[in-house]
């Protein structure tokens, strides 16, 4: 069956330090993978997609991820970990009409 | 252009009771998801609907049922309510032609079953 697993449910990092949130999937046929992020009490906004073009795939707010298929992840970067950043991360793979998240990982932010 | 919204944001109720959530899908999206977020945990697929017909279900119970209405907008309906129904719930649209790729939460509705 076809999931994510994402290593880490808490990742602290200082301000200005590099940002990694570790996903990795399961899945027979290549997959379409997402990253989302939510705030405290919103919904969740979609940050980046894989869907079988570039392998490096740009997000909003500076944040990136790199499909390795040998590695079978889809980790999230950012060079530069900012306070706003702090909220709780989510990857995820569409499954014909559904998608299915991983567990999440909260990031936190130190001035 | 207003984005996806749910009713009510925060819902008590007890063991055994019935619920109804409603959702607004964003405009000119004619695809409501909607799924469980148990606390701590990533969120969980009940059901999709595709222009007012069920177009995929998780694995979730008979008891949690939908409707979605010309207009796109959605409900979900829980019957005899348990206690690991507390979750927030959440509704997702997707415009027409771009499948689930372009998926658009709302800002959750949370139960709490006593």
């Known amino acids: 069956a076809q999931s994510v697993t994402q290593l880490g449910s808490h990742v602290s990092v200082s301000e200005g330090a590099l940002v990694l949130l570790r996903c990795n999937y399961s899945?027979?046929?290549?997959?379409?993978l997402f990253w989302y992020v939510q705030y405290p009490n919103q919904g969740l906004q979609l940050l980046l997609k894989?869907?079988?073009?570039?392998?490096l795939v740009k997000g909003i707010n500076g944040f990136e991820a790199e499909f390795k298929k040998s590695e079978t992840s889809f980790h999230l970067t950012k060079p530069s970990a900012h306070m706003s950043d702090a909220a709780e991360y989510f990857c995820?793979?569409?499954?014909?009409?559904?998608?299915?998240f991983g567990a999440g990982t909260r990031l936190t932010v130190k001035p | 252009e207003t984005g996806v919204t749910q009713s009510p944001t925060h819902l008590i109720k007890t063991r055994g009771q019935q619920v109804t959530l409603r959702c607004s899908s964003q405009s000119g999206h004619n695809t409501v998801s909607w799924y469980q977020q148990a606390l701590g945990q990533g969120p969980q697929f009940i059901f999709q609907?595709?222009?007012?017909?069920?177009?995929g279900r998780g694995n979730f119970p008979p008891r949690f049922s939908g409707l979605q209405f010309p207009n796109y907008s959605s409900e979900l309906n829980v019957n005899a309510l348990e206690l690991d129904d507390s979750a927030l719930y959440l509704c997702?649209?997707?415009?027409?032609?771009?499948?689930?790729?372009?998926?658009?939460f709302g800002p959750g509705t949370r139960l709490t079953v006593l």
């Open positions: 899945s027979s046929v290549p997959p379409y």
């Open positions: 997702a649209s997707s415009p027409p032609g771009t499948n689930i790729n372009e998926q658009f």
């Open positions: 995820a793979v569409r499954i014909n009409n559904d998608m299915r």
């Open positions: 894989y869907t079988s073009a570039a392998t």
């Open positions: 609907y595709y222009r007012e017909e069920e177009n």
